[in-house]
T-cell receptor, first 112, second 115 residues
């Protein structure tokens, strides 16, 4: 079993839709949870960073962490064509020293 | 300056060539990373430097040789690569070098093609 599971998609939605992206994980010791957006042939861009459980909101983006279910989500409200990209979840332990565990990424297309 | 820069953007090399990738950040970050990313796959960690010392080497072949000359610079020296080493090579940095997991900031990557 992989440490982090993420549905690769592709996911295609109309402009203005609410998008839900999800990852599950197996290691209950993960404490830090990140979402990255990666446009084609570019480096990943950090979108959201959450420590432990709870919600975090930044503009149209909301990150949720449910540690009891080992499940994290990223919601995008009022999706735009410019949101079309691959979204990677990443997580890490408190003490392993600089190692991230990435999901495989979900490819999202927002259709105008 | 709030970004990680990488040069060159593209590199094509033969299997007998020696080349180097360069990464630079001026955010005062004390941890720097090299990742390899194949198409439609997540980044794979190669090396981590923490306070300019190599702290993680993920069993990377010796044809890849990292170097951290100072806290702002990270190099990846390439020699005798194979075609399967063709990938996007990403550099990242994070604020603190002795504890995970501060968020990592990625550069745009160097797209490497080995002929």
């Amino acid at each position: 079993q992989k440490e982090v599971e993420q549905d690769p998609g592709p996911l295609s939605v109309p402009e203005g839709a609410i998008v839900s992206l999800n990852c599950t994980y197996s290691n209950s010791a993960f404490q830090y949870f990140m979402w990255y957006r990666q446009y084609s042939r570019k480096g990943p861009e950090l979108l959201m960073y959450t420590y432990s459980s709870g919600n975090k909101e930044d503009g149209r983006f909301t990150a949720q962490v449910d540690k009891s279910s080992k499940y994290i989500s990223l919601f995008i409200r009022d999706s735009q064509p410019s949101d079309s990209a691959t979204y990677l979840c990443a997580m890490s332990l408190l003490t392993t020293g600089n190692q991230f565990y990435f999901g495989t990424g979900t490819s999202l297309t927002v259709i105008p | 300056d709030t970004e990680v820069t990488q040069t060159p953007k593209h590199l094509v090399m033969g299997m007998t060539n020696k080349k180097s990738l360069k990464c630079e950040q001026h955010m005062g970050h004390r941890a720097m990373y090299w990742y390899k990313q194949k198409a439609k796959k997540p980044p794979e960690l190669m090396f981590v430097y923490s306070y300019e010392k190599l702290s993680i080497n993920e069993s990377v072949p010796s044809r890849f040789s990292p170097e951290c000359p100072n806290s702002s610079l990270l190099n990846l020296h390439l020699h005798a690569l194979q075609p399967e080493d063709s990938a996007l090579y990403l550099c990242a940095s994070s604020p603190q070098g002795d504890r995970l997991s501060n968020e990592q900031f990625f550069g745009p990557g160097t797209r490497l093609t080995v002929l």
